[in-house]
C-alpha cells in the first residue's frame, strides 16, 4: 500500500467534509475549484461518502447545492494509514467474538472507515482480513502461565505480518527449551487472549505454530515472503477458524 496517495486521498475526503458542513449549500463547480478536482472524481467522492453512511443533502433551484444535514455534526479525527488499517482490522477481530452487547453498530463503522482506502487498496486489506483468525477462548490452564507480550514483542510481529517480511524471533517452547528461529508469520489465530503466528519455519522447513507470548526477542528482517497456500498449514491446528 501507499501511504502517500492514501494521506493525499483521505486529506481530500477531510477538505470535502469540511466544506459539506458549512451553513450553505455548494455548488458542485464551487466545490471543484476549491479541491482542484474534476467532476468525475467529486461525484465519486459525493457518492461514496453517501454509501459509507454520511447524510450528504441536496436542494435545486436558484440558491440550491448540497450540503450535509445540518444535524450531523461528528468533529474530524485525524487518523494516519496504519491507524485506519489497524481500527478495522480490530473492529473486525471484536465482531467476530459475536458480544451480544455493544457490537451493533460494528459493522456500519468497520465499512465507513472500508471506504476511506483508495479503491485499488482495498483488496489489500481484505487479503490481510482473510489471514487472521478468530478461535475459541483459551482454556483456564492454558491461560495459567500467560503474560501479555511486551511492544517491544507485539510490535515487529505485528509489521512482519502485515508487510510480510521475515521475522527473526528467539523462541522458548512449553517444555522451556530455547531456539532461534527465523520465520514467516503466515497467519494469526487468536484463542482469546492468546495471540499465535501459524507460520513457516525455516530451521525446520515445515510450517509450525508459535504463541507470541513464548517470543523473548523479535527482529524484522528485510527479506520479504510469499504468501503459502493456507493447506499447508491446516494439519497443525484444529480446528480451522473462518477468517475475520
Known amino acids: 500500500m501507499t501511504n502517500s496517495s492514501f494521506e493525499k486521498r483521505s486529506d481530500r475526503r477531510d477538505r470535502l467534509i469540511g466544506l459539506l458542513q458549512s451553513e450553505y449549500y455548494w455548488q458542485t463547480s464551487d466545490?471543484?475549484?476549491?479541491?482542484?478536482?474534476?467532476?468525475?472524481?467529486?461525484?465519486?467522492?459525493?457518492?461514496?461518502?453517501?454509501?459509507a453512511g454520511y447524510p450528504i443533502e441536496s436542494s435545486r433551484g436558484v440558491g440550491?447545492?448540497?450540503?450535509?444535514?445540518?444535524?450531523?455534526?461528528?468533529?474530524?479525527?485525524?487518523?494516519?494509514?496504519?491507524?485506519?488499517?489497524?481500527?478495522?482490522?480490530?473492529?473486525?477481530?471484536?465482531?467476530?467474538?459475536?458480544?451480544?452487547?455493544?457490537?451493533?453498530?460494528?459493522?456500519?463503522?468497520?465499512q465507513k472507515l472500508f471506504q476511506v482506502f483508495p479503491e485499488n487498496q482495498r483488496a489489500a486489506v481484505s487479503d490481510i482480513r482473510q489471514r487472521i483468525m478468530v478461535g475459541d477462548i483459551a482454556k483456564q490452564y492454558i491461560t495459567s502461565f500467560y503474560r501479555a507480550p511486551e511492544q517491544a514483542i507485539s510490535e515487529p510481529v505485528a509489521t512482519s505480518f502485515l508487510?510480510?517480511?521475515?521475522?527473526?524471533?528467539?523462541?522458548?517452547?512449553?517444555?522451556?527449551?530455547?531456539s532461534q528461529r527465523v520465520i514467516e508469520a503466515q497467519y494469526l489465530l487468536l484463542n482469546l487472549p492468546i495471540w499465535y503466528i501459524?507460520?513457516?519455519?525455516?530451521?525446520?522447513?515445515?510450517?509450525?505454530?508459535?504463541?507470541?507470548?513464548?517470543?523473548?526477542?523479535a527482529t524484522?528482517?528485510?527479506?520479504?515472503?510469499?504468501?503459502?497456500?493456507k493447506h499447508v498449514f491446516s494439519g497443525i491446528y484444529s480446528p480451522s477458524y473462518p477468517p475475520i
Open 64 to 110: 440550491g447545492g448540497i450540503r450535509l444535514d445540518g444535524r450531523w455534526g461528528v468533529g474530524r479525527i485525524n487518523l494516519n494509514h496504519n491507524e485506519v488499517l489497524e481500527l478495522i482490522l480490530s473492529l473486525a477481530i471484536v465482531e467476530s467474538l459475536k458480544s451480544p452487547l455493544l457490537t451493533s453498530n460494528l459493522k456500519a463503522i468497520k
Open 163 to 178: 508487510q510480510q517480511k521475515l521475522l527473526k524471533i528467539e523462541y522458548v517452547s512449553e517444555a522451556g527449551e530455547r
Open 198 to 217: 501459524i507460520g513457516w519455519d525455516h530451521l525446520r522447513e515445515s510450517s509450525r505454530v508459535f504463541r507470541i507470548d513464548r517470543i523473548q526477542h
Open 31 to 51: 466545490l471543484r475549484e476549491e479541491l482542484g478536482i474534476s467532476q468525475r472524481t467529486l461525484m465519486r467522492e459525493l457518492a461514496q461518502l453517501r454509501d
Open 220 to 229: 524484522i528482517l528485510d527479506e520479504r515472503f510469499k504468501l503459502r497456500e
